[in-house]
Structures are given as structure tokens and as C-alpha cells.
């Protein structure tokens, strides 16, 4: 029999069971932030996110466990597909699970070979070449070498030249990773294919993801063109909807295949798989730059064209990039959290992050990436046709753009003398002024003595006054595109 002591300890326990289950729900994170940001509408992200269904990647908590995600969203309805090859995979893929991945709720790693990473499984993208494509063609060496290899891939890659190599492998992958994608995963509405090198900001692409209609025909990317057909540039990430998903792959079984001796004779893989998705679903790319972009901080051209702009993609970031920038991640979302009315990141943070604590007048042996316009002395030496077409006729010149060859200080005050659309940042070297209409932080460059030492410089006070007129973005300008 219970007595009524007994009972009354059941009931205590039971209670406290309930608050220590409610709590725990509340401080473990996600689900339980209260986030504007990530309402849907409709087709977004829906309701607390549900138990991983599918076989999860690796062997992370999932990210609705994990103390480190609070903060961040999680759909259940966006994949990351990220590419990469064997010869690159160890030194990307790592700093990719331990930062921008780690909060991703599911996600797919497309190589040239099969492998595992820290538990993670790595697929082969090229596991279904057609023989015909594969015979004879030296395009597959590097593919035979890593198979065939007994150590380490760096170790027997040293009889090659696997940056080459990996080049002309990689136009075969991408329509077989999206055949692979859409057989292990038919259930997703977005998928977004990414490099290694590509950094995602995940809660910028779920908001806007959460905005659009995935059962429209949609793909979206930084257009580039290769003899006049436009397609999405793969560095910088593009995103298939499932519509398109299912009428390129759903609705045609062994597309990936027809593709490859396509791919054999074509420069790039992002090309072919554009090329497929206009002849069997009949989609083409929507521009959506500078949301999704393909420059990384220390190359974003900062200006009116790239300002209240949030940001998707970047580019080429190396392990150190991508971990640095994945902290300034962090630090901002938790403040726009704190401050009760989140907002996305837009460009503009990244300038005032990056390249404004930086802003100097002069910064020896650095490239600022100026090449707007050109000032040389035409007599001095013959010019490449690159910097005559960037020219200014010479009477059009005020008096210190007549001189503006001579020095780097000349250089410098002839930019200040002309309006900011004309001119906010210069670099000098070797006889040519460059000045540039936005400003970009740059990089070092290798030290070299007099007139050929290169100097950049910024027009700190015309960058100072129109960064300080334009420090609140009114109006978040999302790309142009109808859901
Ligand atoms: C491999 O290619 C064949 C022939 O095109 C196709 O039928 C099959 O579905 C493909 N397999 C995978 C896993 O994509
Ligand atoms: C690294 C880089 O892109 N450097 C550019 C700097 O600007 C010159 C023109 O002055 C370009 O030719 C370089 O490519």
C-alpha cells in the first residue's frame, strides 16, 4: 500500500521532473529563442524543430542539442551540398565541421573519392562516370592515382600536379552530385551547393530561403557568362529549389551520365550543370548578386552598389577565413538578438568590422585592388592595352591629375582632389597611379625597393563622411525576385 508519504514524494518528484524538463528545453537554445528573424512564411522553416530523421552527417550532436548553436535557426528543410576534392579535402573540409557546419542541420560532402573525415562520410561525386567517359581520358589520372594510392593522397600526389589535375576532374562532378543529392535526400525544398572555400552564413540564407517558394522553379546564383549562355558561378554558391531539383533529376533518371562527355570537352562543371538544367527542366540562373557573391572581406568592394545588401556567400576563404569570420558571426547575431529587433548581416557590417579599423592614408607593400582608372606617363614606356582603355583623355585632367604619375603622394592628391564617385581609395607602383570608385581592404604584397615598391592608400575622410551619412540601412535591400 502506499502511504500518504510516499505519495506526496512521487508527486514532489514528478513536479520538479516537469520543471527541469521545461527549463532544459528553454536553455537548450534554438528552439527556445524567440527569434523574429526566422518567422516563415509559409514556406520556411516550420514549428520546433523536429528529431533528425534522416542519417544524420557524422557524428555532431545535433545542432538543436548543441549549446553552441543557440542562436542559430534550424529548418529542417534547407541541405548544404559541399564540394571538394581529395587533394584539398583535409585542409578545407576540417575548419568547415568545426564552424559554419557545426550549426547546419544536415548537410551532404561531395569529393573524387570516398572517404571519411573525423567520422564525417565524404562521397564520391564521380562514382557513376560512364566508362566510355572515363576511358583514355587523361582528365581521370588524378581520379586513378587517388584510388590507386596505398598512403596518404599528399603522398602520392607529389607524382602529379593535383591543383591542375583537380581542376579538370572537378567539371564532371556537379550533375552527378545533384543525381547522388536528390537520391540520398528527395525530401528537401532548397538545396544549396557550395565549394569548400565558400563560407555560407547560414542564418542570412534561411531567412531569406524562408521568404521564397520552393515549388517555383528557382535557381539562384552570381550570374557569369561563358559564350553568352549565363549561368551560376560555383565558388560563390548557388541554390536549387526542389521544383528544379526534381525536374532535372526526379524526372530523369541517369541525367548525370548524359552529361559527361559534355563535361569532357566543356571548361567547368557549374557551366555543365547549367547547361543541364536549362535542356531538361528548362530553368535558367536569376542573378543574385551581390547577395550571393564570390569576393571574401579583404576583397569586397565596399560602396552605394554594396551596402545595406545582407550577404549569403563569399569566396576563396581559407581554414583561417572561415574561423575568423564564423566568430564575427557569432558576435553579431548574439548582439542583433540582444537587442530585441535582429537583422540580418549586411555588407556594411563587414566593412565596419573589417576595413574600417584598418583605414589608413598610406599602407606600404599593399595592394588595395585599385583599377578603376589609370594615370601614366605615356611617354615614358609602352603601356598594356589593359591600362589605355582606363585612361581619361589627358585634357580632361585638373592640375594634379596632370602630375598624378609621378609618386605615390602625387597619386594620393590627385585622388583627393576629385569627387568620391571618381575616386576614394589609389595604389601606386612602378610609374601607374590606379584609383578606385570603392573601397577594399586588399592585401600585402611582396616588398619591393623605390619607384617599384607598390603603396595604397585610402581617402579616409571622404570614406569616413559617407560611411557616417549612410550608418543606418532604412531600407535591407534583399534581391529582386518574386517568390
Ligand atoms: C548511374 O547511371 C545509370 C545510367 O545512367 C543510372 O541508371 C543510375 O541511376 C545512376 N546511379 C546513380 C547512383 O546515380
Ligand atoms: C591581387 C589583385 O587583384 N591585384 C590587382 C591590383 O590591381 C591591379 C591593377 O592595378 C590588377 O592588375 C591586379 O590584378
New binding site residues.
Partial sequence: MFTRKSITIALCATISLLLLLATSRRLGGWAAVDDPLYQSDGHGPHGPPPPPEHNAPGPRPHPSKNPECAGYPIPDNILVVMKTGASESFNRVPTQLLTVLKCVPDFLIFSDMEQKIGGYQVYDSLSNVSAEAMEGNSDFDLYRRQKACPVDVEGCNKQGNPATEGWNLDKYKNVHMAEQTYKLRPDYDWYVFVDADTYVLWPNLVQWLGKLNPNKKHYLGSVTLIQGFSFGHGGSGYIVSKASMKALVGENPGVGQRYDLRAKRECCGDYVFALALKDNADVSVEQMWPTINGEKPATLPFGPWHWCHPIVTMHHMNSEEINTFWEFERRFRKEQLASGNPRPLLIKDIYHEYLEPKLKREQLDW?N???DRFYVDLAAKKWDDGTLHRMKKSEEYNELEKVAHRSASDCEAACKSLPPDDCVQY?YEDG?C?MHKSFILG?PVPKKEGAQQTISGWDVEKIKEWTEKEKVCNKIQWPNLES
Fill in positions: 595592394d585592388k585599385s583599377d595604389k601607374k590606379a592585401k
